[in-house]
């Protein structure tokens, strides 16, 4: 029985029990895909990051769903460069992953961690008929990219009354719902649903801003933004369209030691 350290860290936060949770191991390489899963399963978090060391302050990163693996994750990529930097003892300021949505990194700013995506520009799409019964309510606009359907929404308060029905978000062509409006004390909010991969409402999404912010930035005119996402726990990201780049600057904190037996 071999034994796996791992942590847990709440991104997109400054305290404990808010943000977006993520459990991060660092692996001498990568077990098989089934075992992975499981673990995933285990930790019964929205993402649970793997990574490999392939050089100084790089590493080859994947993340897993209780559901499955998921091509791009920010939340979990900053919760890794979190950790790399401050509990597993990488020195240096920044960390480059190598994923399958290309290279991404972190970058520690004083007590912010600063995490670079690249921007998925949405294009429109026919608005499917499982969508009203998704949200109950009809989209202003409804776009795509890769796995992400973005309703946009009139307004905040409408966002906030969103109650999903989880079966008619799983029959939409993508698996990702997000829903996106203006927001009253930031520029946008958002939420974002994923039953199909074990993610009733993610807590805030890296990866949904990703898209997001390009649409908001064409939209407002300007590309520097402050968003929240309106999950139950909250999480709150300053945004940056930057050559072809999503920037996301928050908080993250440590919330959890512990260790896999098998």
Same mark, same amino acid.
């Given at each position: 029985?071999?034994?796996?350290?791992?942590?847990?860290?709440?991104?997109?936060?400054?305290?404990?029990? #808010?943000?977006?949770?993520?459990?991060?191991?660092?692996?001498?390489?990568?077990?098989?895909?089934?075992?992975? =899963?499981?673990? #995933?399963?285990?930790?019964?978090?929205?993402?649970?990051?793997?990574?490999?060391?392939?050089?100084? #302050?790089?590493?080859?990163?994947?993340?897993?769903?209780?559901?499955?693996?998921?091509?791009?994750?920010?939340?979990?990529?900053?919760? $890794?460069?979190?950790?790399?930097?401050?509990?597993?003892?990488?020195?240096?300021?920044?960390?480059?992953?190598?994923?399958? $949505?290309?290279?991404?990194?972190?970058?520690?700013?004083?007590?912010?961690?600063?995490?670079?995506?690249?921007? =998925?520009?949405?294009?429109?799409?026919?608005? %499917?008929?499982?969508?009203?019964?998704?949200?109950?309510?009809?989209?202003?606009?409804?776009?795509?990219?890769?796995?992400?359907? &973005?309703?946009?929404?009139?307004?905040?308060?409408?966002?906030?009354?969103?109650?999903?029905?989880?079966?008619?978000?799983? #029959? &939409? %062509?993508?698996?990702?719902?997000?829903?996106?409006?203006?927001?009253?004390?930031?520029?946008?909010? $958002?939420?974002?649903?994923?039953?199909?991969?074990?993610? %009733?409402?993610?807590?805030?999404?890296?990866?949904?801003?990703?898209?997001?912010?390009?649409?908001?930035?064409?939209?407002?005119?300007?590309?520097?933004?402050?968003?929240? =996402?309106?999950?139950?726990?909250?999480?709150?990201?300053?945004?940056?369209?930057?050559?072809?780049?999503?920037?996301?600057?928050?908080?993250?904190? &440590?919330?959890?030691?512990?260790?896999?037996?098998?």
């Amino acid at each position: 029985m071999n034994e796996y350290p791992y942590v847990v860290v709440d991104a997109f936060t400054d305290r404990p029990f #808010a943000g977006n949770p993520a459990a991060v191991m660092v692996l001498d390489a990568f077990l098989p895909d089934d075992l992975l =899963q499981n673990i #995933a399963i285990e930790h019964n978090l929205a993402e649970t990051a793997f990574l490999v060391k392939r050089g100084e #302050a790089q590493y080859d990163l994947r993340w897993f769903t209780p559901g499955g693996e998921v091509p791009l994750c920010g939340h979990a990529t900053m919760a $890794s460069g979190f950790a790399l930097m401050t509990e597993y003892g990488v020195e240096g300021d920044e960390v480059a992953f190598e994923t399958k $949505s290309g290279t991404l990194t972190v970058r520690r700013e004083g007590e912010r961690f600063v995490l670079n995506l690249p921007a =998925q520009k949405p294009e429109p799409m026919e608005n %499917p008929p499982s969508l009203k019964a998704a949200i109950d309510m009809e989209a202003e606009e409804v776009l795509v990219f890769g796995h992400i359907c &973005l309703a946009v929404l009139e307004s905040e308060e409408a966002l906030r009354s969103v109650v999903p029905d989880q079966a008619a978000i799983s #029959a &939409l %062509p993508v698996p990702e719902l997000g829903i996106t409006a203006r927001g009253e004390k930031t520029d946008i909010v $958002s939420r974002l649903f994923a039953p199909e991969l074990g993610i %009733p409402e993610d807590p805030f999404t890296g990866a949904l801003h990703a898209v997001a912010v390009p649409y908001w930035a064409e939209k407002l005119g300007r590309n520097t933004l402050t968003a929240h =996402q309106a999950s139950a726990r909250g999480g709150d990201a300053e945004c940056e369209l930057a050559d072809g780049r999503v920037i996301l600057r928050g908080q993250a904190v &440590l919330t959890m030691r512990g260790s896999l037996f098998f």
